[in-house]
């Protein structure tokens, strides 16, 4: 085991326990990305995946954010891809810009071309690589968080064969082949399971899971298809983390557009946190999850482009609805936005937004 330097601010970990902190701590879904001069004058010069594959570039692109917003950031997040499962399962995926597979699985049938035993270790055994290196040059700053695609989001990137606006062909699937539907899906989490497993071994200190595309499914739909798999991955991770004796770390799972289900998955999904996009109050996602879970959130992204004033204005009212009774501080609330930063961004409205959340998520003392 690699002994990393100790950790010296475990906000982040606090609240993901449930803890009150004495302010919220930060950070922002994409947060090392496009947005960043530093980012964009890396990237000119490699291929996305490549920087993926290469520990020593994601790691560098890990810290960037790190050190640009020094003393207001309270997490890492390891730069990778959700879509690394599918490449580790076989398939072949190009991201120009977006992500595109020049061979999506058309029918069931199609599930036998897929690697059936992944070896995590073999085929993303570089993420692992870059998640140690990376801990070790945070020198202790802030946690490192390691993170996966949801089963449900992965599948239907396999099947549409990148983004789609109406997921016809991933649905098709879900209706009209509902049994291999299920297998293809498990077979998704059990990969997912090892490789967050991998992830913690290598020194994450938190995991999230990205169900980007959960909105997409009904209710009913999202009961039956997505939920499983993701209490498949929550139990499957703690169980094999257990029995490895390596201590538990919190669990995020971000299920983007389904507030619908955040009852029942503040009740027994598994996960410690769970992730608001900005289409909920979060006024009744507290009054909804009831002190079970953790919650993670949620300011609109486009309130980034609106102005330091509207920024200001839209992050007080935020952390007055997460706030805990009249004495400010927070509790088990983590502030990140409602979705992944986008490219057009100026990093300098980013350095005032988290200064805003540091203020106004402080104890009053």
Known sequence: MVEFPPLRN?????AARGEKTERAPVWIMRQAGRYLPEFRALRAHHEFFEICRTP????????????????????SIIFSDILVIPQAMGMEVLMNPGPSFPDPLNIPADVAKLRQNVDVEKELGYVFKAITQTRIEL???????????????????????????????????????????EALLIQIADVCVDFLVGQVKAGAQ???????WAGELSPHDFALFSLPTLRHISKGVREKLANQNIPQVPMTLFAKGANYALGELAQDSGYDVLGLDWCIEPSVARRTVNGKVALQGNMDPNVLYGGREAIESAVKR???????GNNGGASAWIANLGHGITPGVDPEDVRWYFEC?????????
Request: overall charge positive; some cysteine.
């Open 318 to 324: 935020m952390c007055k609805e997460f706030q805990d």
């Open 56 to 75: 020593e570039l994601a790691t560098e692109i890990t810290l960037q954010p790190i050190r640009r917003y020094s003393g207001l950031i309270d997490a």
């Open 206 to 212: 938190l995991l999230q899971v990205f169900d980007s």
């Open 139 to 181: 020198k202790g700053e802030v946690p490192l968080i390691g993170f996966c695609g949801a089963p449900w989001t992965l599948f239907a990137y396999m099947i549409e064969g990148g983004g789609s606006k109406t997921f016809t062909k991933a649905k098709t699937w879900l209706f009209k082949y509902p049994k291999e539907s």
């Open 357 to 365: 959340i540091q203020k106004y998520s402080a104890s009053k003392q």
């Open 10 to 14: 475990d906000l982040l970990l606090r």
